[in-house]
């Protein structure tokens, strides 16, 4: 019987289950730790800044060579329930090459705390770190957002934020870059993920970035995984498809060779494609 569009309920799970399908993830886990750990200790980075008082309301800020440089600030995935900003470090190298400060963001992680409160939290480290860039030294007029898989979906969210009520200027956000990321959140209502998100119908028209556009009309590029599963490709051609139709400049750079996972690597990587388009979004 048909679950979600074409999928019964465990087709649907399969297509979100990005482990199930990819040979010794948890070695590529390792090595992410590994060279995230590595990087920490031969580079300059603050870690640990808190913007809240719960221990993962956090982030670390690796600031470039010269004071005044775009800042890229980071939003990892893990299905809203795993994965920490210690596991990434080392996705700043080509942007630290180009002159670009990089932020990686820790929030709080489900079940403890609700969708609506993972979305508040990015949004509170974006606007904590809007407020300390004197402070840290980088440029508040030139900030943008990028995620993986989740963190796509938060990045996405971030980019939707109405900071009319706070001290953040409405065009803070000056791009945005989602790679292998998740724009509407009725599949995972539907899926094994809900189980711990406990996601109910009113959620997912709130916090789905396909509901919610960025606010400012800012450049988008968004990428995923050639070997991703249907519903990750689906979902950015959707997302894609509304942004078009509001005019926004979209920046597809195509499916990237490889599977979810290697979109890590591709955004760490110097020279990469994915790297270099966003280096380039920043850069002009």
Same mark, same amino acid.
């Given at each position: ?23 010794? +993830? ?56 795993? +994965?920490?900003?210690?596991? +990434? ?6 942007? @630290? ?10 929030? @709080? ?176």
């Amino acid at each position: 019987m048909k679950h979600y569009l074409q999928y019964d309920r465990e087709q649907l799970d399969r297509q979100y289950n990005t482990r199930a399908s990819i040979p010794r +993830f948890q070695d590529i886990f390792e090595r992410w730790h590994e060279s995230a750990y590595q990087y920490r200790l031969q580079h300059t980075v603050r870690v640990n800044l808190r913007y809240g008082q719960h221990r993962l309301q956090t982030l670390d800020y690796l600031p470039a060579e010269q004071p005044g440089a775009p800042l890229l600030v980071f939003v990892h995935g893990g299905y809203w329930r795993s +994965f920490d900003k210690n596991d +990434f470090t080392h996705i700043a190298e080509p942007y @630290r090459l180009a002159g670009i400060g990089v932020a990686l963001i820790n929030y @709080r992680l489900a079940p403890e705390v609700d969708m609506a409160g993972i979305v508040g939290d990015v949004r509170a480290a974006f606007a904590w770190l809007h407020g300390q860039a004197d402070k840290l030294g980088f440029n508040a007029e030139s900030m943008y957002v990028t995620g993986h898989s989740t963190g796509g979906h938060l990045a996405s969210m971030l980019a939707s934020t109405d900071w009319r009520e706070s001290d953040v200027p409405e065009d803070a956000i000056k791009g945005l870059c989602s790679v292998s990321g998740i724009y509407d959140l009725e599949p995972i209502r539907r899926s094994y993920l809900n189980e711990a998100l406990k996601l109910n119908e009113q959620q997912v028209a709130q916090l789905s970035p396909l509901h919610h556009l960025p606010r400012m009309q800012i450049p988008v590029l968004l990428t995923a995984g050639r070997d991703d599963s249907t519903e990750f490709q689906r979902q950015l051609a959707a997302y894609a498809r509304r942004l078009q139709a509001e005019g926004f400049p979209i920046r597809p750079i195509g499916l990237a060779n490889g599977h979810h996972l290697d979109m890590i690597d591709q955004l760490a990587q110097v020279g990469s494609a994915q790297s270099q388009a966003l280096i380039t979004l920043i850069m002009g």
